[in-house]
């Protein structure tokens, strides 16, 4: 059974950092492109950005507002997903996901809360 | 950037009925890769669709997707009480897109 758990959600003060992990288990995660995804009930699902397999490349894409801002990587050894938040502002609210790419399977875990506010 | 626009926002509808849901695009869909995904609260989405209409592995055949190009269409045959629930449409590729969403809703 694949599991995606994500955690590191939290309160944090506007122009702060945050990282937020997940840990995929069920497939063979080095092989898989991996993407983060957020929601907030005014803007409904975003796009964050991803990471291919480092046999695919390992490169990275971004959605704008995460340009420069956020950083994506991957720990194979530990089948972990990371996604380095700076410079948060307050419309960066949200729960983000850790998505699997739909060729792999399309599988989401349950969201992490953050929350961006003085 | 492509724009999912889906219809209509809520479906009303009593189990045992046929529902409808829409994605349309603002472009043509590459690939037709287009997938649907099931949401519940509090729940991790799942996906049904995928390549707008190949079902994913595990999801009941009373699911289908249909459409090609800007045109999209998620079919539920007969609905059961776990039915219930938001579907959106999300184009994938290089990026991904997402529409806003429909909710299926008891009458």
């Known amino acids: 059974e694949v599991q995606v758990v994500e955690s590191g959600g939290a309160l944090v003060e506007p122009g702060g950092s945050l990282r937020l992990s997940c840990v995929v288990s069920?497939?063979?995660?080095?092989?898989?492109?991996m993407n983060w995804v957020r929601q907030t009930p005014g803007k409904g699902l975003e796009w964050v950005g991803r990471i291919k397999s480092k046999r695919a490349g390992g490169t990275t894409d971004y959605a704008a507002p995460a340009k420069g801002r956020f950083s994506i990587s991957r720990d194979d050894s530990q089948n972990t997903l990371y996604l380095q938040m700076n410079s948060l502002k307050t419309e960066d609210t949200a729960v983000y996901y850790c998505?699997?790419?739909?060729?792999?399977?399309?599988?989401w875990g349950q969201g992490t809360l953050v929350t961006v506010s003085s | 950037e492509t724009v999912l626009t889906q219809s209509p926002g809520t479906l009303s509808l009593s189990p045992g009925e046929r529902a409808t849901l829409s994605c349309r695009a603002s472009q043509s869909v590459s690939g037709n890769s287009l997938a649907w995904y099931q949401q519940k609260p509090g729940q991790a989405p799942r996906l049904l669709i995928y390549?707008?209409?190949s079902r994913a592995t595990g999801i009941p055949d009373r699911f289908s997707g249909s459409g090609s190009g800007a045109d999209f269409t998620l079919t539920i045959s007969r609905l059961e009480p776990e039915d219930f629930a938001v579907y959106f449409c999300?184009?994938?590729?290089?990026?991904?897109?997402f529409g806003g969403g429909t909710k299926v809703e008891i009458k």
């Open positions: 998505a699997t790419s739909v060729p792999e399977g399309g599988y």
């Open positions: 390549a707008a209409s």
């Open positions: 069920g497939f063979t995660f080095s092989e898989a492109g």
């Open positions: 999300q184009q994938y590729g290089r990026s991904l897109f």
